[in-house]
Nanobody, 127 residues
Framework: VQLVESGGGLVHTGGSLRLSCVVSGFKFDDYTIAWFRQAPGKEREGVSC????????YYTDSVKGRFTISSDDAKNTVHLEMNNLSPEDTAVYFC?????????????????????WGQGTQVTVSS
């Protein structure tokens, strides 16, 4: 199983970025895909997740209304559209896949629930 992120970069406050995560090698149709981020000196935190089977989506409070997670099944790709970015969003963003379905997770952003991880893509927001 391989997850490859792309789309990170440097933007000014208020700008937008679209991250992509290409998933390959996973044979099941229903699973959970999530975006996490880790800022320097901080714990890795969950940002958003999506259940492939029913496309249900979840967001951490700090990004609600600004970030949108979506799935392009034809391209085996999950996107994270990020709008109105602020310096607090600066972090390395990771894509992660969990074989468990998000509806069964006691805490949907528990890193232990996710079995496969990408290498990360840097997002930097300047003030």
């Amino acid at each position: 199983v391989q997850l490859v992120e792309s789309g990170g970069g440097l933007v000014h406050t208020g700008g937008s970025l679209r991250l992509s995560c290409v998933v390959s090698g996973f044979k099941f149709d229903d699973y959970t895909i999530a975006w996490f981020r880790q800022a320097p000196g901080k714990e890795r935190e969950g940002v958003s997740c999506l259940r492939k089977g029913d496309r249900s989506t979840y967001y951490t409070d700090s990004v609600k209304g600004r970030f949108t997670i979506s799935s392009d099944d034809a391209k085996n790709t999950v996107h994270l559209e990020m709008n109105n970015l602020s310096p607090e969003d600066t972090a390395v963003y990771f894509c992660a896949l969990g074989r468990a379905l998000v509806s069964t997770m006691p805490y949907k952003f528990n890193r232990r629930e996710y079995d496969y991880w990408g290498q990360g893509t840097q997002v930097t927001v300047s003030s």
